[in-house]
């Protein structure tokens, strides 16, 4: 079992900046893939920044250019950090955690979001 813990969030001015943390528990980090969604009010979740184990990394492309992601994985956490953020960008933000043999989901684990706010 991963338990995942959202720090970060809060209110922010269009064009200002915010960094997401996500601290996971357990052993097994290195082996999981970190993910960043997002759900604003009426929408449906989506993927914002995905990075593997292997390191590889995915955004979507309406952040693409603004937000980075990271992770430490003597740290056990992973990073969002983001930029030039719009209005746009406000929603609860949560981390991710999925663990693959080959194309199956082995796990699959939530954290409880982080409320993001872009507003002047």
């Known amino acids: 079992q991963v338990q995942l813990v959202e720090s970060g969030g809060g209110l922010v001015q269009p064009g200002g900046s915010l960094r997401l943390s996500c601290a996971a528990s357990?052993?097994?980090?290195?082996?999981?893939?970190m993910g960043w969604y997002r759900q604003a009010p009426g929408k449906q979740r989506e993927l914002v920044a995905v990075?593997?184990?292997?390191?590889?990394?995915n955004y979507a492309d309406s952040v693409k250019g603004r937000f980075t992601i990271s992770r430490d994985n003597a740290k056990n956490t992973v990073y969002l950090q983001m930029n030039s953020l719009k209005p746009e960008d406000t929603a609860v933000y949560y981390c991710?955690?999925?663990?693959?043999?080959?194309?199956?989901?082995?796990?699959?684990?939530w954290g409880q979001g982080t409320q993001v706010t872009v507003s002047s």
């Open positions: 991710n955690a999925k663990r693959f043999m080959s194309t199956i989901v082995l796990n699959d684990y």
């Open positions: 990075i593997t184990s292997g390191g590889s990394i």
């Open positions: 357990g052993r097994t980090f290195s082996s999981y893939a």
